[in-house]
Every structure is written in C-alpha cells, then in structure tokens.
C-alpha cells in the first residue's frame, strides 16, 4: 500500500511539473519602459548635439556617408532615420565603438517617442 502512494505521489510531481509555464529560458524580457516626464526633448538644444558628437564622425554618419540611413547632419535626415535611430540606441549597438549615457539614450528616445519635433 506504502508502495502505490508513494509511486502515485512521484506521478503527481511529474505531472505538475510537465504542465508548468517553462518555455526553456526563452522568454522575452518585458520592453524598459522609459520615464519621459523629466527628459528635455528639445531638438537644436539637446538630441542633435548628442548625434552630431556621437555619430558624425568620419567614418559614421558623416557628409557622404552611406552606412545605414546615410548622413545624419540635419533635421530632416535625422527625422527621416527616427525609427532606425530608435532602434539601435534602445538595443546599445550604436554608436559603434562607444556608448551613450543613459541620460543620452532617453534624450533621444523620448524624442522620438514624442513625434521627433523640429524644436
């Protein structure tokens, strides 16, 4: 009789344990939401120096340059890369060879989340 409760109770934790929600350490982490409340997205004064300082350079974004969306130099460039630029500063790989401030990530990124305006 010890015998049958014992193997029903092994059963049970086997059973239990093949229904759990493990999907092999797959899940996606859930997306960082930003706190945009205290960022300044201002364009002249704050987002296009961090691109001019950080992503001009010669063998970047810079006059001529056909790496990714090209040339990020004005307003219109930039705008017209947003979702490009979103993308590979929330994920860290650009700026190549260097990293951004955190402060520098949200700057840009709650711009862009805030409709990227030319102000």
């Known amino acids: 009789m010890k015998r ?5 109770f092994v059963a049970g934790i086997c059973i ?20 945009c409340s205290t960022v ?9 120096p961090i691109i001019q300082a950080n992503c001009t350079g010669s063998s970047c974004h810079g006059s001529g340059s056909s790496n990714g969306p090209g040339d990020l130099l004005t ?11 979103r993308s590979a500063v929330s994920s860290g790989a650009m700026p190549k ?13 709650c711009w862009i989340d805030a409709g990227a305006p030319n102000n």
């Open 4 to 8: 049958i409760v014992f193997v029903c």
């Open 16 to 35: 239990l344990n093949a229904c759990s929600k493990d999907d092999g350490g797959t899940t996606t982490p859930p997306p960082v939401t930003l706190d």
């Open 40 to 48: 300044t997205k201002a364009f002249a004064a704050n987002v296009n």
């Open 75 to 85: 307003y219109a460039k930039i705008n017209g890369a947003k979702t490009a630029i």
């Open 97 to 109: 060879g260097s990293s951004l401030t955190t402060t520098q990530k949200n700057t840009i990124l």
